[in-house]
């Protein structure tokens, strides 16, 4: 498949203040992408702004608030003359029994992964249409497989992987191009913040190989990369994951199995566990909520 040459372009991302956002933002920078960097930290995203090779700005912007990301998409494009590539890669994560967990942290995982997406997809697609761009959206392996204790960020990612194929055949006689792109456990803050709990961390280690490993943010991000420049349908950033398309219809009743005896396992020690969402990505976003209620 051809490469697109990315110099010069415009690459729009959010969650762009860490984790795959900031070292995307980087790898395309390098490349002589010109970034708009969209999260909730500002600070943050200054620091990032700071660290990239070329031509950049920052937004503050909740990716679930559609007059917001519509102000966005509007200033980005004014500022820098064209949207080439949007990377829909904000999210947030819980984990924990579904029957204990705290319905608006729940709720929240769909509205930043699921809806938040659409959102972005929505303010940026006019721009796309007109400079017959690429839109990636970031997914997950909690797209292609369930797993207990993760229903929220499992039911985020395969809905949002649903709606971006929706999305492809939607827009793509009109030459906008449509990707999503599937990460096992990469090293992020999100990852780091879930294996603080004791019962998270041992179930993940006892998947089976290579479900099982923490993989290096780098790699992963460099495969991202190569599907950006490639406009590619599908991204795979563990090398492993194109693999389990072909099994994921089997997988269910697998993990409805497994997870059963797993769970039993697990169940004198499953009280008392957050409920909130994880990591630094999640106590900003619990912050800009308390921020907008006050």
Known sequence: MTRVNLEGRVAVITGAARGVGELLARKLSARGVRVALVG??????REVAGRL????ACWDADVTDDEAMARVAEEAEERFGRIDIVVANAGVATGGPFADSDPESWRRVIEV??????????????A??????????????????????????????????????????????????VGV???????TDMVRGADRDD???????RLPWPSNKTYPLGPAVDRLVEGIERRSAHVYG??????MQGVRGCLPSVIGTVGQREMRRVADRLTGMGTGLVGAGGAADEKHRTTVRH
């Open 40 to 45: 909730l930290e500002p600070d943050a995203l």
């Open 53 to 56: 090779h070329g031509e950049s």
């Open 113 to 126: 992964n699921l809806v938040g997406s659409a959102v972005t997809a929505r303010a940026f697609l006019p």
């Open 128 to 177: 796309l249409l007109r400079s017959r761009g690429y839109l990636l959206q970031i997914a997950s392996l909690a797209a292609l497989t369930p797993a207990p204790m993760m229903t929220a960020y499992c039911a985020s990612k395969s809905g949002v992987e649903a709606y971006a194929h929706c999305l492809r055949a939607e827009v793509g006689h009109r030459g906008v191009k």
């Open 181 to 187: 792109g599937y990460l096992s456990w990469t090293d």
């Open 199 to 205: 019962v998270m961390r041992e179930l993940r280690q």
């Open 238 to 243: 563990q090398w492993w994951l194109r693999g």
